[in-house]
Nanobody
Framework: EVQLQASGGGLVQAGGSLRLSCVAS????????IGWFRQAPGMEREGVAC????????EYAYSVKGRFTISSDYAKNTVYLQMSSLKPEDTAVYYC?????????????????????WGQGTQVTVSS
C-alpha cells in the first residue's frame, strides 16, 4: 500500500522557518519524484517544489525560490522541505505527492496532474 505521510507544519512568525517531512512507503523511492504543493483557502492548489529522487534534481516555484529547499534522504525514504524567511502569504495546507519518474522524461514537475499518489496535508500558518 502506497503511503505518504506529511508532517512538520505549525504556526510561525513571519521571517521564521519550518521543515516539512514527507515519509514515503509502498513503492520504490528512487523510481519516483516527490512534489510539495500547497493550497490556501479559496485558492487553487499550487506546486511549490519537486525533486527527482534518483538524482536529486529539483525545481521551485518562483514565489519560493531562494527561500525553500527540497531534499531527499534515501535511507529514510523521506523528502524534506526546508522553508525559511516565511511570509504570511505562505500560509496554506501543504501536501506531498509522488509521481513516477522512471522511464519518463520531463518529470517531475510542479503540475499536480503529473502525480499519482497524495498524502494528507499539514497546515502551515505564518503570522505577520
Amino acid at each position: 500500500e502506497v503511503q505518504l505521510q506529511a508532517s512538520g507544519g505549525g504556526l510561525v512568525q513571519a521571517g521564521g522557518s519550518l521543515r516539512l517531512s514527507c515519509v514515503a512507503s509502498g513503492f520504490n523511492f528512487n523510481d519516483y519524484g516527490i512534489g510539495w504543493f500547497r493550497q490556501a483557502p479559496g485558492m487553487e492548489r499550487e506546486g511549490v517544489a519537486c525533486i527527482k529522487n534518483s538524482d536529486g534534481t529539483g525545481e521551485y516555484a518562483y514565489s519560493v525560490k531562494g527561500r525553500f529547499t527540497i531534499s531527499s534522504d534515501y535511507a529514510k525514504n523521506t523528502v524534506y522541505l526546508q522553508m525559511s524567511s516565511l511570509k504570511p502569504e505562505d500560509t496554506a495546507v501543504y501536501y506531498c505527492a509522488a509521481g513516477r519518474t522512471k522511464d519518463r522524461v520531463g518529470v517531475p514537475t510542479l503540475r499536480s496532474y503529473d502525480y499519482d499518489y497524495w498524502g494528507q496535508g499539514t497546515q502551515v500558518t505564518v503570522s505577520s
